[in-house]
């Protein structure tokens, strides 16, 4: 059974500070890596994509990737309350037809 | 690009009946995806569909079915509501093995 595992939370962070996201999977043959954003209420809104090791920035996102610890992690910087959501990450299993396998998501609350 | 679009956008359904629910991925992409979401609940997969053949398949009950057509449309169906079928239902569509992106969803009543 594939699976990707992340804190449900609510995770609470200061306005202002760093939150840090992680999310574990075990399938080793895993190829991309997806961090989504929910609103509630909302549909999910891509907002970063990782398919090599090590980090890729995007504003004041960043995600961080190791394979050999089947381990990927989005940290936002200067955190805003308009960041508080839901934040869910998916896997790509090649060996599965290609089929996104979804975290739980983890509940971010940014505390003004 | 236009994004994907998803009709209707809510629905009110009572017990035993049938819906069909419809979606319209971003040109270009090939497969779509469908999902079932309650509240508070993460993300449960119901199908995909890839040149309108079925790829992948969640573990629901054959109540829940789905199509896709030659343009890539897509729909899916749910015969004989049951009240825990109401949820928020959502569709993605991608190009293969890339990431998926959402429409805004079918919020699905059943009374």
């Known amino acids: 059974q594939k699976e990707v595992e992340q804190n449900s939370g609510p995770l609470s962070v200061p306005e202002g500070a760093i939150a840090s996201l992680n999310c574990t999977y075990s399938?080793?043959?895993?190829?991309?890596f997806f961090w989504y954003r929910q609103y509630s209420g909302k549909s999910p809104e891509l907002i970063m994509s990782i398919y090599s090791n090590g980090d890729k920035e995007d504003g004041r996102f960043t995600a961080q990737l190791n394979k050999a610890s089947q381990y990927v992690s989005l940290l936002i910087r200067d955190s805003q309350p308009s960041d508080s959501a839901t934040y869910l990450c998916?896997?790509?299993?090649?060996?599965?037809?290609?089929?996104?396998?979804w975290g739980a998501g983890t509940k971010l609350i940014i505390k003004p | 690009k236009a994004g994907v679009t998803q009709t209707p956008r809510y629905l009110i359904k009572t017990r035993g009946q049938q819906v069909t629910l419809s979606c319209s991925p971003i040109?270009?992409?090939?497969?779509v995806s469908w999902y079932q979401q309650t509240p508070g609940q993460g993300l449960q997969f119901l199908f995909e569909y890839f040149s309108e053949t079925q790829r992948n398949k969640g573990n629901f009950p054959g109540r829940f079915s789905g199509r896709q057509f030659s343009n890539s449309r897509s729909e899916m169906n749910v015969s004989t509501l049951e009240l825990g079928d109401s949820a928020l239902y959502l569709c993605a569509s991608s190009l293969e093995s890339a990431a998926q992106y959402f429409g805004p969803g079918t919020r699905l009543t059943v009374l």
């Open positions: 998916a896997v790509n299993v090649e060996d599965s037809n290609y089929q996104l396998i």
């Open positions: 399938d080793r043959v895993s190829q991309s």
């Open positions: 040109s270009g992409h090939r497969s």
